[in-house]
């Protein structure tokens, strides 16, 4: 079954924390950049101290030294999943796997707000289909020795048959019908994200903004378990 992540899309530590209170069904949080610039780090070990799994998503792309440092940070401070770009390439993959311990490791494919178009002007050239090029970095991530990747859900089955059973397929884009796209450009439900092989749902926008954020993660999550 798909766990579901709740994006901690939030402007305060406060937000956060009266969020999580809020839905008690919550297991996973996600942490991006823009709380966690706003908050520090420390909002990371309060959200553990609650028995919650923290998934750190600040898509590390550097040099290979760098990653592994922050990853290895990571690995300090308790978090259960991380992400890296895939695009940094394999020494940076590899020395980012050989850091991370008890981390599980997602590599970042092509971003779920890419259009193909936009994509193809970000490459640099229109021959490179985009679904083909998630399948190509999922496979070079694995290569390198991370455990998974960070897809749209449209690309989940074809990552799930390159990759196989067990291994982490993350995916953000989360809509139910009628639900805002706002700027994410391939989206799915959460039944079809989950029938489709996703272990992982990272849900944002729906659930914090929603006049009642309980009662939408709950449908999210119901709608996740009928997917399978
Ligand atoms: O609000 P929404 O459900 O679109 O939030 C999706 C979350 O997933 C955001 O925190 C965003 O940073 C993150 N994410 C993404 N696309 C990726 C990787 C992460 O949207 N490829």
Redesign the pocket.
């Known amino acids: 079954m798909s766990e579901v992540i709740l994006?901690?899309?939030v402007p305060s530590r406060e937000d956060a924390l009266h969020l999580v209170d809020a839905i008690p069904e919550v297991r996973w949080v996600?942490l991006?950049?823009?709380l966690l610039t706003r908050t520090g780090m420390g909002l990371v070990g309060e959200l553990v101290e609650r028995d919650l799994q923290v998934f750190l998503?600040l898509?590390w792309h550097d040099i290979p030294n760098t990653v592994a440092g922050a990853v290895a940070a990571a690995a300090d401070l308790g978090v259960a999943m991380a992400?890296v770009h895939t695009l940094g390439g394999p020494a940076m993959m590899t020395a980012a796997a050989q850091a991370a311990g008890p981390v599980s490791l997602v590599g970042?494919?092509?971003?779920?707000?890419h259009t193909p178009a936009e994509w193809a002007l970000t490459l640099g050239r229109v021959d490179q289909p985009l679904g083909g090029e998630v399948t190509r970095l999922a496979v070079l991530g694995r290569e390198a020795g991370l455990d998974g990747v960070?897809?749209?859900p449209r690309e989940i089955e074809s990552v799930r048959a390159v990759l196989g059973e067990g291994c982490p397929i993350?995916?953000?884009?989360?809509?139910r019908e009628g639900d805002e796209?706002?700027?994410?450009a391939r989206?799915a439900t959460p039944a079809a994200a989950a029938a489709a092989g996703a272990s992982h749902l990272?849900?944002?926008?729906?659930?914090?903004?929603a006049s009642e954020p309980r009662a939408a993660f709950r449908t999210i999550m119901e709608e996740a378990r009928c997917g399978h």
Do not use: N
Not at 108 to 113: A, E
Not at 170 to 175: E, K, L, Q
Not at 181 to 184: C, F, L
């Open positions: 994006a901690l899309d996600k991006g950049p823009v998503d898509k992400t970042v494919t092509v971003l779920t707000s960070v897809c749209s993350v995916t953000p884009g989360i809509r796209a706002g700027d994410q989206v990272v849900v944002g926008r729906p659930v914090v903004l």
